[in-house]
């Protein structure tokens, strides 16, 4: 199940010695966090988020339904493979029947992730209806007996990620922070809207600041952290533990190492490119994991001169060699980024 790809550079933040926070007992060194992110947080994406700076690792979600049976879906089991070098591991699942994912969360152990994750910020309609994702969030008390059953199972801390409340006039966040909390959750991220916002709005920090007063578990904070000053921001803003990115890490995965997206260099943007596709190919193999490669690709190129040149043949090429030629067209004398040929 694990990968066995390998990871020449090393890890996160060698220089913090003194753990930013601690899940359960998990030291956490360092604050920042690549969010999980369904399509884009794989093994591939999350390595290069760890060696730039990302604290510790999530998986995209995983439905526990798809982990049935004896040969459960291959799919999902490639959601699950992660790289020792990744640790603290945290899988995310998602599921609306109690007892199955209690059964699965136990099953999971078997395959040595440090930490289990609760997903309940799912806002996708088929999901959330159904009771899970943000659905848990209208069930506070399915919310409790399902903590409380983990953390009593389980040999590992388990912790939640969730939204405010289902809408405006149920923004239940802080009973649900202290129920988890209450029930034996480790840590909770808190991304600051509802489940009917999806992603309209502002994320509001305020509501992540009474999350933390709430809690004496660790609080990461997430939503609209676009920046590195975004990051100072929402920490002075919340008094969070550490800060989950998601968005504005696809295609800057360099805000873990606090640089924004015009502090780097074209060099370092082709370099990053090379080497995140090579981490694809070795994981989907060469059709697949170009072929998956090709929306972090769209994302590294945004704002570079000559973009709309050449982001129709990049995001159409089909081989690795065509690829790579391309990529190599962005060249950079005395510091100046330009495109030649
Ligand atoms: C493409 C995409 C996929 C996502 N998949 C997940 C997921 O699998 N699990 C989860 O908890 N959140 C998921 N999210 C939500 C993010 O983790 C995060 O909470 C949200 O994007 C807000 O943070 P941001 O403003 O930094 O992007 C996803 C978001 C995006 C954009």
Redesign the pocket.
């Known amino acids: 199940m694990m990968s066995e790809t390998p990871h020449p550079q090393p890890l996160a933040q060698p220089w913090a010695r003194v753990a930013s926070f601690c899940v359960g007992a998990l030291p956490v060194y360092g604050d920042l966090i690549l ?7 794989d093994l591939p994406f999350r390595l290069i988020c760890r060696e730039l700076g990302s604290a510790m690792s ?1 998986t ?2 995983v439905n526990v339904d798809n982990l049935q049976g004896r040969h459960p879906n291959r799919i999902a089991l490639m959601k699950l493979a992660y790289d020792p070098a990744e640790r603290p591991m945290t899988f ?1 699942i ?1 599921g609306h029947d109690e007892d199955r994912l209690v059964e699965t969360a136990l099953r999971l152990q078997e395959l040595q992730p440090d930490i289990i ?1 609760l ?1 309940m ?2 806002y996708v309609k088929d999901i959330a209806e159904r009771g899970a994702g943000s659905g848990m969030l209208r069930c506070p008390d399915k919310i409790e007996r399902v903590f409380a059953r983990l953390s009593r199972l389980l040999s590992l801390p388990v912790t939640g ?1 969730i939204r405010l409340g289902w809408d405006d006039r149920t923004r239940n966040y802080k009973t649900v922070a202290r129920i988890m909390e209450d029930s034996g959750a480790s840590l909770i ?1 808190v ?1 600051g ?1 509802t489940k009917a916002q999806a ?1 309209k709005g502002d ?1 509001d920090w305020d509501a992540i600041a009474e999350v933390k007063q709430a809690v004496k578990i660790p609080v990461l904070g ?5 920046s590195v000053a975004d990051i100072a921001r929402i920490k002075a803003h919340t008094g969070c533990d550490g800060v ?7 295609g800057n995965p360099w805000i873990f190492a606090r640089k924004d997206r015009e502090q780097v260099t074209v060099a370092e943007r082709v370099a990053l490119m090379r080497r995140h596709l090579g981490l694809n190919l070795d994981f989907y193999g060469p059709a697949l994991g170009l072929i998956l490669f090709r929306k972090h690709a769209a994302r590294y190129i945004r704002g570079l001169p000559g973009e709309e040149v050449l982001r129709v043949p990049l995001l159409t090429c089909e081989t690795v060699e065509a690829f790579d030629r391309l990529i190599g067209a962005w060249q950079e004398p005395a510091g100046q980024a330009i495109l030649v040929n």
């Open positions: 969010s999980p992110m369904d399509g884009y947080s999530y995209e979600f995310q998602y994750d997903n910020g799912c990620k991220a991304h809207r992603y994320a997430n939503g609209d952290v676009r989950m990115i998601g968005r504005a890490a696809i």
